[in-house]
């Protein structure tokens, strides 16, 4: 807390109770690049900040996170106009259960499908991403028919086995490395939630990627994991994209690998190989999931 500031809230585990009124938000964002922006309330106990510049998003965000601790109100940006419900706190309650309980992984299934890979795919799909020098290795430790799951896990260890050609495949990555995939849109509004949960986000916000069937729960699970094992913290939700930093970056190997699968998982719109985003990730601060209609 700065010094100086007087507002109004009740501290419980180190955070305030939400803040019931915009004047003391507003108090509370005082000498913040939200100052003077106006806040008004809206569905499901939300504030809204707007008038925010798209171009400064993240500082937007990042003041309003930095006094979530005396607002009591994680900051998450959305389009205008798309906040539909206002849940119930039996509705909140629930998901906070689910969400602490549920494994989100096997309910995110697209790519659970693994499709055989012959001869022919293999040649060209080594000879596209690696260099013909590198099809008869291919065919020699990976044997035939092999499967995508496979042959893309191959491609990745053989990348991290050799530098030399690593460094060749850059430029098939280096665009998932911090925030070059954020969307910007022409107008935004910062959506303060009533909770300093950010995996509760779900009950307020949308997302086109949740699956039916416990979708929700998942995400919410998901991003529940997300945060304790790599700082991630949701900035915008898109509808059909989330964007997010992260404290931690994974290692190269196994960590970063299932990362990749996971945010390819949540994100099925994502044009890349789970290789190119796992190394990315190993770098990156920022990540972005797209799952389109």
Not at 18 to 31: E, F, V
Not at 260 to 279: D, E, F, K, R, T
């Amino acid at each position: 807390m700065r010094a100086g500031l007087s507002v109004v809230g009740t501290t419980v585990r180190g955070m305030a109770a939400p803040m019931r009124r915009a004047k003391h938000i507003a108090a509370a964002l005082r000498g913040t690049y939200l100052q003077g922006h106006v806040i008004r309330p809206e569905i499901g106990e939300t504030f809204v900040v707007s008038g925010v510049d798209p171009a400064r998003l993240l500082e937007a965000w990042q003041a309003a996170h930095a006094v979530m601790p005396v607002t009591g109100r994680w900051p998450v940006f959305t389009l205008p106009g798309e906040l539909h419900h206002g849940p119930s706190a039996a509705e909140i309650a629930e998901l906070r259960r689910e969400a602490q309980t549920l494994d989100p992984w096997p309910v995110f299934t697209r790519y659970r499908v693994d499709e055989p890979r012959h001869h022919a795919d293999v040649e060209r799909y080594v000879r596209a991403f690696l260099g013909d020098e590198m099809v008869t290795p291919a065919m020699e430790q990976l044997g035939l028919p092999t499967t995508t799951k496979a042959l893309t896990r191959w491609t990745y260890d053989t990348l991290l086995a050799n530098p030399h050609l690593a460094d060749r495949v850059v430029r098939g990555y280096e665009h998932l490395i911090g925030t070059r995939q954020w969307h910007t849109f022409s107008e935004v509004q910062l959506v303060l939630l009533p909770t300093t949960s950010q995996w509760l986000a779900p009950a307020w916000v949308q997302y086109h990627g949740t699956p039916c069937e416990n979708g929700v729960a998942a995400w919410a699970a998901a991003m529940r994991q997300w945060e304790q094992r790599w700082g991630a913290a949701l900035i915008a939700a898109w509808g059909t994209m989330l964007q997010f930093t992260a404290q931690r970056q994974p290692p190269p190997g196994p960590r970063a690998w299932e990362l990749a699968g996971q945010l390819m998982a949540v994100g099925g719109s994502l044009q890349c190989q789970q290789w190119q985003l796992a190394i990315a990730l190993t770098r990156s601060d920022a990540w972005f999931l797209h799952d389109r209609p």
